[in-house]
T-cell receptor, first 113, second 117 residues
Framework: NAGVTQTPKFRILKIGQSMTLQCTQD?????MYWYRQDPGMGLKLIYY???????DKGEVPNGYNVSRSTTEDFPLRLELAAPSQTSVYFC????????????FGEGSRLTVL | AQKITQTQPGMFVQEKEAVTLDCTYD???????LFWYKQPSSGEMIFLIY??????QNATEGRYSLNFQKARKSANLVISASQLGDSAMYFC??????????????FGEGTQLTVNP
């Protein structure tokens, strides 16, 4: 049972480079989320999606873009990477409805130098 | 204003003793849910327990229980009979409103729990 899979697990970027963090889930969940976690801090919501073709901004969306063309995939795009984007990124998903926990991927550690 | 406040950056407990991790929340929405997650040093997020705002009884899951005091807006996590493997960061989180809000979770800053042998 794969659950939520994120790739890559580690990446080092130079300032100004771009990259895409991949997230895929095999649980047929409608809702998907991207969070970032800075060292010693809690998780902050970047973007979320309630279904294919629908995305919306979270608390800290600047510098990021997302798309949701399928139920399974929710990639996060970083354009013009900055040191402030050094963080651990978590993708999560859940079924529709008002209850139920989020299922998290293992995280992707990104360093921008 | 912080929606989720965890006032204990670090906590220490002796093995086999109980420990309470504090969480207070702020919302004006009558419908909300409260969650606790564990993050061990390996980094993954592990769901522990959930409490809905309309639930009449405190949630329990094995050694974990949630002390839900609605009037005080607190949702403290109680871990009984602590084990060395309980050493981890613990996050309290809240979901406000109904499904149309995307069922987003807002997280606190976390409490680092250390269990001593």
């Amino acid at each position: 049972n794969a659950g939520v899979t994120q790739t890559p697990k580690f990446r080092i970027l130079k300032i100004g480079q771009s990259m895409t963090l991949q997230c895929t889930q095999d649980m047929n969940h409608n809702y998907m989320y991207w969070y970032r976690q800075d060292p010693g801090m809690g998780l902050k919501l970047i973007y979320y999606s309630v279904g294919a073709g629908i995305t919306d901004k979270g608390e800290v969306p600047n510098g990021y873009n997302v798309s949701r063309s399928t139920t399974e995939d929710f990639p996060l795009r970083l354009e013009l990477a900055a040191p402030s984007q050094t963080s651990v990124y978590f993708c999560a998903s859940k079924p529709g409805g008002n209850t139920g926990e989020l299922f998290f991927g293992e995280g992707s550690r990104l360093t921008v130098l | 204003a912080q929606k989720i406040t965890q006032t204990q950056p670090g906590m220490f407990v002796q093995e086999k003793e109980a420990v309470t991790l504090d969480c207070t929340y702020d919302t004006s929405d009558p419908s909300y849910g409260l969650f606790w997650y564990k993050q061990p040093s390996s980094g993954e997020m592990i769901f522990l327990i959930y409490q809905g705002s309309y639930d009449q009884q405190n949630a329990t899951e094995g050694r974990y229980s949630l002390n839900f005091q609605k009037a005080r807006k607190s949702a403290n996590l109680v871990i009984s009979a602590s084990q060395l493997g309980d050493s981890a960061m613990y996050f309290c989180a809240m979901r406000e409103g109904w499904e149309t809000s995307g069922s987003r979770l807002t997280f606190g800053e976390g409490t680092q729990l250390t269990v001593n042998p």
